[in-house]
T-cell receptor, first 114, second 113 residues
Framework: GQQLNQSPQSMFIQEGEDVSMNCTSS?????WLWYKQDPGEGPVLLIA?????ELTSNGRLTAQFGITRKDSFLNISASIPSDVGIYFC??????????????FGKGTLLTVNP | DAGVTQSPTHLIKTRGQQVTLRCSPK?????VSWYQQALGQGPQFIFQ???????QRGNFPDRFSGHQFPNYSSELNVNALLLGDSALYLC????????????FGSGTRLTVV
């Protein structure tokens, strides 16, 4: 099945560093979502973006909806050990206000060295 | 407030067998979607149920079927299991037309031997 192109595949950083990851698609989406998944758990929603060009923050996390509607990025500032996990982008094509399927990237594995 | 509940948490089946996985959506949610997540991959959409009907389906064979009950809970059935069906199966619920993303359960880890 289709998956979005998410990069980098993995990152190993020092605590306190900033992190950036991005996601691209050959298809247009009208919603972009960023999720975090911890081992043995389901993905948890971090940020949702609904408009091209939109920039949204959630604490130390900032995400942007690309102007072409085919890409998005997520930044994490001043990383801490609990940021460790797998980050997924997901695109959604919502129609008529209804929530339809999510198309996910393969994920970015983030490791933070204390 | 209970989130999305899935059962069982782990399951081991033999090739050719059939399996049923269950999902109770978050309180107030009316839409249930199922995803398959293979090791090292992102979740892949299987299908979505709304008003007890399959509304949208991903690229999965007919061996994968589902059901939604009047209380919005859902089942995923997989027949004639293959080794390649081994994966984490995630259920996600949402309130249709709410304008925000899904809430995921912790998943059922299915191993086919």
């Amino acid at each position: 099945g289709q998956q979005l192109n998410q990069s980098p595949q993995s990152m190993f950083i020092q605590e306190g560093e900033d992190v950036s990851m991005n996601c691209t698609s050959s298809s247009i989406f009208n919603t972009w979502l960023w999720y975090k998944q911890d081992p043995g758990e389901g993905p948890v929603l971090l940020i949702a973006l609904y408009k091209a060009g939109e920039l949204t923050s959630n604490g130390r996390l900032t995400a942007q909806f690309g102007i072409t509607r085919k890409d998005s990025f997520l930044n994490i500032s001043a990383s801490i050990p609990s940021d460790v996990g797998i980050y997924f982008c997901a695109g959604q094509l919502r129609s008529g206000g209804s929530n339809y399927k999510l198309t996910f990237g393969k994920g970015t594995l983030l490791t933070v060295n204390p | 407030d209970a989130g999305v509940t899935q059962s069982p948490t782990h399951l081991i089946k033999t090739r050719g067998q059939q399996v049923t996985l269950r999902c109770s959506p978050k309180s107030g949610h009316d839409t249930v979607s199922w995803y398959q997540q293979a090791l090292g991959q992102g979740p892949q959409f299987i299908f979505q149920y709304y008003e007890e009907e399959e509304r949208q389906r991903g690229n999965f064979p007919d061996r994968f079927s589902g059901h939604q009950f009047p209380n919005y809970s859902s089942e995923l059935n997989v027949n004639a299991l293959l080794l390649g069906d081994s994966a984490l199966y995630l259920c996600a619920s949402s309130l249709d037309r709410a304008g925000y993303g899904y809430t995921f359960g912790s998943g059922t880890r299915l191993t086919v031997v």
